[in-house]
């Protein structure tokens, strides 16, 4: 599983023009082989209904999903998946260790290595899938998930229904709909004949005040 470093450095604050000094690298270069040893990732995905209800309603899997921005996201799609995977409770538990001896720098290493590394997961997971469906002429939309845009992060509980995480791979929802081990990905991923061309990643999130937005105009 590749790990970004740069992903991981922009966790930890660092913008694209901020080099970060030596100590900082071997911190995480030394926290990484750590947090490979305690990796254990999953995923699962599977396709189902998709239906246009109106400019800001998508029926998916028989649950309509209210926002004018995944509806835009899906326009040159036909297809879709539900797709969601995670890198397993060793990060959360790494991330306690660190913090419960004192070593703040670590844990917070160690919390922008995991962020990295679910990410770098899945878009290993979504290549592979992309590569299969290249053969019938079709292509990947990025991932879109519950949280993203104008969907409610409230949007978990009817995905999670859907897709039966909880029973396939271990993640589970809380009451405010954060997902434990918190190093986990749920999304809505079109299909689509058509190349995605439009605004994707920061660009297209409301939450100009994300402290991980990305420098990016």
């Known amino acids: 599983m590749k790990i970004r470093k740069a992903e991981a450095l922009r966790y930890l604050g660092f913008r694209a023009n901020h080099q970060p000094d030596a100590q900082t690298l071997k911190l995480l270069e030394e926290t990484e082989t750590q947090l490979r040893s305690v990796l254990a990732p999953k995923s699962i995905y599977k396709e189902t209904t998709l239906r246009r209800l109106s400019e800001d309603e998508t029926e998916i899997g028989g649950i309509v999903f209210r926002s004018c921005k995944l509806q835009r996201h899906l326009r040159d799609s036909d297809r879709i998946l539900l797709f969601a995977a995670t890198v397993g409770g ?39 899938i992309a590569e299969r469906e290249a053969k019938d002429g079709y292509y990947l939309c990025p991932r879109f998930s519950p949280g993203y845009g104008d969907v409610p992060l409230e949007a978990q509980r009817d995905f999670f229904k859907l897709l039966d995480i909880t029973k396939r791979i271990g993640v589970t929802l809380t009451d405010t709909c954060m997902m434990l081990p918190t190093k986990s990905v749920t999304a809505f991923i079109g299909l689509s004949h058509t190349p995605f061309c439009g605004k994707t990643g920061c660009k297209a999130c409301s939450n100009t005040e994300c402290a991980y937005r990305k420098g990016e105009t």
């Open 90 to 128: 060793g990060v959360d538990r790494l991330v306690r260790q660190f913090a419960s001896s004192g070593d703040t720098a670590k844990a917070a290493a160690a919390q922008a290595l995991g962020a990295a590394a679910i990410e770098g997961y899945c878009d290993e997971v979504c290549a592979q």
